[in-house]
């Protein structure tokens, strides 16, 4: 993105916005993370983004959820008989995932007035900041509308996995376009990088945002504690219900042996990706850059393989997922660093 306010001053107080806002989209996605692993996120049946705010003030109120929870599949095939304790411990995870997200938005939307305010988005900043809070606004709907999957007239115990699925993908878009606007508005020096090294850049950052995006079908299914050998799966190579039969095509997104199989599969490549191009870039200016990136990528299939066989722990799900939208940072970054035409020079 192009250095785009009329100040350094400015630019300091929009980058620190943006650092804000960065920052608690990651605290988000870690909270959301765990609203899945606890099953937590039909707990809340009702869509207000304004009333929604408060939490139930009273005993009556809590009774009013539970009755209300009590009408959905999850409750009637996983959690009979739960009491209104352990159904406050979901509710509560689902209402900050959702508290932050509108506390994002305020955060989003008051930043923005007051830059437009203060007149400091000229040169285009000012329509990508607004696509940039529009996004957000975008995901609060998708958020319901991924909720939306599991509750009412459906035979889902959880959401829909392609539906969690971009809706994990649109956070970690946002989070992505955060950073580059971040470091657009900065002073790094960067200097126009080879052709080799763009496409090979770019094409790390793309294969680690949809292995990040095959990660979320996995949490989607809790496909992670199903097949918990490696590195085979149930003793086999390719898992003999790769392609379920009553699934079919759909096996790719709502079956949990393809999900699983494709989510290591992405990782071998990725990880053997990252590591060739550490090698082939292994001097020069942009040496330290792939190998930062080669050696996050091969500590995150690491830290998958032990998350694997243990079977998903929440602990060390959440820094499976928290790491790898730090790779994903990284990989923007570096993107952003070759990413400078040559004209420029």
């Known amino acids: ?87 406050q411990f979901i509710y509560w995870w689902e209402w900050g995932h959702r508290q932050l997200g509108r506390l994002i938005g305020l955060v989003a939307i008051a930043g923005l007035a007051f830059f437009a305010w203060k007149r400091w988005l000229g040169q285009g900043l000012g329509w990508k900041l607004t696509g940039l809070v529009a996004l957000g606004g975008l995901q609060g709907a998708i958020g319901w509308w991924m ?27 946002i989070l992505c376009l955060i950073a580059w606007l971040w470091l657009g508005l900065g002073r790094h020096a960067r200097e126009p990088a080879p052709p080799g090294a763009r496409r090979i850049g770019w094409s790390l950052l793309i294969l680690v945002f ?56 992405l990782a071998y490549i990725l990880w053997g990706l990252s590591l060739y191009a ?33 079977a998903a722990p929440l602990p060390l799900a959440l820094a499976h997922q928290g790491l790898g939208v730090i790779v994903t940072l990284k990989a923007v970054w570096l993107a952003w660093r070759v990413s400078l035409p040559p004209a420029r020079a």
């Open 147 to 173: 909720v939306a999957s599991g509750i009412g007239e459906t035979e889902r115990v959880s959401v829909a996995s392609y539906r969690l699925m971009t809706h994990f993908s649109l956070a970690l878009l």
């Open 210 to 265: 949809i292995q990040m995006a095959a990660g979320a079908l996995v949490a989607g299914l809790d496909a992670g504690r199903t097949y918990t050998d490696w590195p085979l799966m149930a003793g086999e190579l390719v898992p003999s219900h790769y392609i379920q039969a009553d699934l079919g095509i759909r096996s790719f997104i709502e079956g949990r042996a393809a999900t699983q199989f494709n989510h290591r599969l």
């Open 278 to 310: 550490a090698w082939r870039h292994r001097s020069g200016p942009l040496a330290r850059p792939f190998a930062l990136l080669a050696a996050l990528v091969s500590a995150q299939a690491l830290w998958g393989i032990l998350t694997l066989v243990n």
């Open 1 to 87: 993105m192009a250095e785009s306010a009329t100040s350094s001053g400015a630019a300091r107080w929009i980058r620190l916005w943006l650092v804000l806002l960065g920052l608690m989209v990651y605290g988000t996605i870690l909270v959301g993370g765990a609203t899945r692993l606890t099953d937590s996120g039909l707990s809340i049946t009702e869509w207000r983004p304004v009333a929604g705010s408060l939490p139930p003030l009273n005993d009556a109120d809590w009774h009013s959820e539970f009755d209300k929870y009590r009408q959905t599949t999850q409750y009637q095939l996983m959690n009979k008989g739960m009491s209104l304790a352990e159904f």
